[in-house]
């Protein structure tokens, strides 16, 4: 015979009396502003608190809002030699890649990077990439991270592809991406250290962080590029170049002569910048 007493079904005495003193949250932000209280009143630690929070906005987000974009891929395609294979892989310095056909469009499986390294030392002319190959995840722009969050965890996978409403190949999401819009950035060996202002002057040129918004940009060189196409400088930079830049490389918009200081096979992260025609850096106005 079970014993009732020993799982009570409902809120003992106690736990009514704290909600009816403190009232039950009515909605999200009720529930969150209680949690901000807890952490004011030091009963959770601001890390904990940032953790609630990125929890509460997975349930609230798509995949499209925080996928890596098409044009930002790094894909392998299944006809490369084993040289050039190894060589895109130790470039991009991921563990995982999809493969394509001769279309882009269309992703055939994914290589996951371990799978290669058996053949590493190969010197076969007939070797076959598609005999390494996992199959790819398909997932829409639409579906919600948390639910693939789930689906990540359900199925021991770190990678879908996502399509857009035609079917075509929209962009890339990890389960790396998911969880830092929990925990918040998850630094590795190949992540770029940015700490610093958004916009720093050093000699004559400028150090600005690829994120710096379009808006912020404008104003602090009173300039005049539309945030329509881009929301970043970097992905300004990226729109007008058609690609994703490499280190090193130039690309001039209008009187500003950008460098790329720093760029992974994913995305740019730092931008050298510098006055053109021989204009001076005092045109920037102050940062506040």
């Known amino acids: ?8 079904s409902h809120k003992s005495w ?31 630690d601001t ?24 044009a930002q891929m790094v894909v392998l395609e299944h006809d490369w030699s084993l040289e050039r294979l190894i060589a895109e892989v130790v470039e991009s310095g991921h563990s995982r890649l999809p493969v394509i056909d001769d279309n882009r469009d ?37 579906k919600r991270l948390n639910v693939l969050l789930k689906e990540f965890r359900g199925n021991r996978l770190h990678m879908a592809i996502v399509v857009d409403e035609y079917g075509g190949v929209a962009g890339l999401i990890t389960i790396e991406d998911v969880l830092e819009e929990i ?11 940015d700490e610093g202002a958004a916009i720093r ?6 150090i600005v962080k690829a994120l710096t918004p379009v808006e912020e940009f404008n104003k602090y060189f009173q300039a005049d590029f539309s945030d329509e196409r881009a929301d970043t400088i970097g992905g300004l930079v990226m729109m007008d170049l058609g690609r994703l830049p490499k ?3 130039i690309i001039d918009l209008g009187r500003f002569h950008f460098r790329v200081l720093r760029a992974d096979n994913r995305r740019i992260h730092l ?4 006055l053109r025609d021989g204009q001076e850096p005092a045109t920037a106005v102050d940062d506040e």
């Not at 015979?1 to 009570?8: K, L, T």
């Not at 002057?201 to 400028?206: N, S």
């Not at 931008?271 to 510098?274: G, P, S, V």
């Open 106 to 142: 269309n992703v055939i499986g994914i290589l996951i990077v371990k799978d290669l390294l058996a053949h590493a030392f190969d010197r076969r002319e007939d070797f076959d990439l598609r005999i390494l190959l996992r199959p790819a995840k398909f997932i829409p722009e639409s």
């Open 47 to 70: 890390d904990a608190l940032t953790m609630m929070e990125g929890v509460m906005k997975v349930s609230e987000l798509q995949v499209r809002d925080v996928m890596i974009p098409r």
């Open 14 to 44: 106690l736990e009514r009396l704290g909600f009816a003193l403190m009232g039950e949250p009515k909605d999200r932000d009720a529930l969150m502003d209680m949690l901000r209280d807890a952490q004011q009143r030091e009963l959770l």
């Open 183 to 193: 925990v918040g950035e998850i630094d590795d060996e190949h992540d770029i250290d």
């Open 201 to 206: 002057p050093q000699g004559e040129a400028f």
């Open 271 to 274: 931008l050298e910048m510098t």
């Open 247 to 249: 280190g090193e490389e």
């Open 1 to 8: 015979m079970n014993d009732e007493r020993s799982e009570p």
